[in-house]
Every structure is written in structure tokens, then in C-alpha cells.
């Protein structure tokens, strides 16, 4: 079975023929019914008898007439697009020779299959024959000129919509791009600085050192894979923020104590990865590390009407000049923009008594339980 991308590739040249096809044959029948009651006029305003047969057979006949002498038109028009050059005056040129055999050959047929002519009239009477062939080659004009303009006009929309496509495409490539770039920019530098520490602790305390490299081995474990995806569970961000607080707290020992609350319903919710754990980075690196007696960082997440807010409050340092233009907040707004547009922010608030409290709102892309 031919896959889904090849299927579309078959169909749209098909449809672009049909919707063409149509066109032409809708043409073809508005030509020849004003042709027709052109004629009728004509005839009613000169005083014409009634033809024999009455009036519908008359139609029917101005019908068939002009029915084969504009159908070679139609063929030119559907064949035209691809066989004739592009460039205008080739263009014009070669347009002109096919109308002008399109209405000689609508002359034949109408003379040998209408009118029961034979070669030997047509060559005997060429003056009647120019002038019903120029009586033909007009509307076959008219009506391939006003062809042209619409086949133009369907090769522009279909100019414009691949180029829209392909710089739709191109965005979200480059969206794509800079998500990767942004995601692989969160590589904390405490990872370099708590391996030292596993080194040192492994000297002067096997059994914390120990607890560390268990630490890092569960942090890497949950950060690695969570790396290669753009959005991860709240149940696995809670699982990455549980080892890497549990490493800070074999460094900073009673200066540092946290919480990871996050409502049972919420663990399914995703988030983008590892936002959660660049908020709680600065909360320790800012906010708690320059205090000698360290803080409190508690990680919460609440569900609104089609909002989730999840946050990190901490007890450090609090509010600076600098607050909130740092490289890892602007990592999170650009991640937050690149995924969810202006439906996600990031800001930042006094806590209290003492520090700042980081609340990211996300679109709540599934109904809690």
C-alpha cells in the first residue's frame, strides 16, 4: 500500500486537473448558450419565420453547431498550460496559430459531420469557408483568453500556498531548532561541582559520598532521557527535582530543607522539560547559597480553568535589581513562547516573609480528574 505522503502527491495533481477540467467544460457551455440566444436575438430582431421544427429544434441544432466548432478550443485550452512556452510573447504567438487551426478544425467538423459537406465544396468555396472560420475563431479567442487569466490566477494561488507551506515548514523547523538549542543550553554547573564534592566526600566520608554518587546517578538517569524531549510529566519533573535537591542537600547539609508537593490528580500534566528544575536552581544559587543560614524551597502545582500554575517559592535572598533577567529566565521564556505562544508566562513575585516565588502558567492541556 502506498504511504500516506504518496497518496496526497497523487491526488492534488488530480484534483487540479479536475478542478480545471471543470472550468473549461463550464466555459464551454456559458460560450455556446450565449452564442445561441445571441443567434435567437438576432434572428427574432431581423424578422426571421419560425425554422421549421419550432424553436427547440433550432436551439438544439445552434447547439450541436457551436458544440463542434469550439470543442478543438476546449483542447487547446487543457493542453495548453503544459505543451506552450511560458514567456509572453512565445506565449501570445503560439496561442494566436492554436486558435486559429482550433477554429479551422471546429470548421471541419461542423461542415463534415453537421452539414454533410465534402472536401471538394470546401476547396470550390473558400471565401464562405474564411468567413465562417473567422465567425468561429472569435469566441474560441475570447473564450481561451478568459481561460488563460483564470489558469494564471489558479498557478498564483498555488505559487502562494507552496510558498506559505514551506515557510510555514521552515518556521517550524527553526522553532524545532531553537528548542534544542534551548534544551541542551540546561546543563547545570553544579554537575561538575558535585562530582569534586563525590571525589572529596569519598576522602574524608565514604558513606556521604556514597549517598551523593547514588544521588547523581538518579539525577542523571532522570535527566538524560528527559533532555531528548521538549515536554516531560510533572511526575517525572518531581522525580529529576527530588535527586537534584537531594545532591544540595548533601552539600549545604541543615542550610537548605524543601518540599515537592504536587496534587496526585497533576502527575499526569506535561511541562516543559526540565523548567521546574532551572527555577529551582536559581532559588539555591541566588536566593539561598549567599545566606549563611541557607532556606526553605517548596514546588507547587495547582490546576485553574484550562490553567496550570506550577511554582517555586523560596526563603533566600529575595528580590534584586537583577531579578528576573538572568540567562536561565530567559531560557524558560523563550522555551515558553517557541511552545505555547502567549498562553504561557513566567513571573516573578515577593514571597513572604523573606524571598521570591517563580509562577509559570501553562495551557492545562488535560481535564483533571
Not at 92 to 98: C, E, I, K, N, T
Not at 211 to 228: G, N, T, V, W
Not at 243 to 249: C, P, V
Request: proline letters at 5%; charged letters at 15%; aromatic letters at 6%.
Amino acid at each position: 500500500m502506498p504511504a500516506a505522503g504518496e497518496g496526497d502527491a497523487y491526488r492534488k495533481p488530480l484534483r487540479a486537473v479536475t478542478r480545471r477540467l471543470q472550468y473549461a467544460v463550464a466555459l464551454l457551455v456559458c460560450s455556446i448558450a450565449a452564442l445561441v440566444l445571441y443567434e435567437i436575438m438576432g434572428d427574432f430582431l431581423r424578422g426571421h419565420p419560425v425554422p421549421t421544427g419550432g424553436w427547440p429544434a433550432s436551439v438544439g441544432d445552434k447547439c450541436l453547431h457551436w458544440l463542434a466548432s469550439l470543442t478543438p478550443g476546449v483542447i487547446l485550452m487543457m493542453l495548453a498550460g503544459g505543451i506552450i512556452p511560458q514567456r509572453p510573447l512565445a506565449r501570445l504567438f503560439w496561442l494566436g496559430v492554436g486558435v486559429s487551426l482550433s477554429a479551422i478544425a471546429g470548421k471541419v467538423l461542423q461542415d463534415f459531420f453537421l452539414e454533410g459537406l465534402d472536401t471538394a465544396w470546401l476547396i470550390a468555396h473558400p471565401r464562405s469557408v474564411l468567413a465562417n472560420t473567422l465567425t468561429i475563431a472569435l469566441p474560441c479567442a475570447l473564450m481561451v483568453a478568459v481561460y488563460e487569466f483564470y489558469r494564471r490566477s489558479l498557478d498564483a494561488e498555488e505559487a502562494a500556498f507552496h510558498v506559505h507551506a514551506a515557510r510555514i515548514s521552515i518556521e517550524a523547523e527553526l522553532s524545532k531548532a531553537r528548542l534544542r538549542l534551548l534544551s541542551a543550553q540546561i546543563e547545570p554547573h553544579f554537575i561538575f561541582n558535585s562530582l569534586a564534592h563525590v571525589r572529596r566526600l569519598y576522602q574524608v566520608d565514604p558513606v556521604t559520598g556514597e549517598e551523593m554518587l547514588s544521588s547523581l546517578i538518579q539525577y542523571f538517569a532522570s535527566a538524560l532521557p528527559s533532555l531528548r524531549r521538549e515536554t516531560c510529566s510533572l511526575a517525572e519533573e518531581a522525580t529529576l527535582l527530588d535527586a537534584y535537591l537531594g545532591i544540595h542537600r548533601l552539600r549545604m547539609g541543615s542550610r537548605l530543607a524543601y518540599e515537592v508537593a504536587f496534587p496526585a490528580q497533576l502527575l499526569a500534566e506535561q511541562v516543559p522539560t526540565m523548567i521546574l528544575l532551572t527555577l529551582v536552581e536559581n532559588a539555591i544559587k541566588h536566593g539561598l547559597s549567599p545566606l549563611p543560614e541557607g532556606g526553605f524551597v517548596r514546588v507547587s502545582a495547582l490546576a485553574g480553568t484550562n490553567r496550570l500554575e506550577v511554582r517555586v517559592a523560596d526563603t533566600g535572598h529575595g528580590m534584586t535589581q537583577s531579578s528576573g533577567h538572568g540567562t536561565g529566565l530567559a531560557n524558560i521564556r523563550a522555551r515558553l513562547s517557541n511552545l505555547y505562544g502567549s498562553a504561557a508566562s513566567v513571573t516573578l513575585t515577593s514571597n513572604q516573609p523573606r524571598g521570591i516565588t517563580a509562577t509559570v502558567r501553562l495551557p492545562l492541556l488535560r481535564a483533571t480528574a
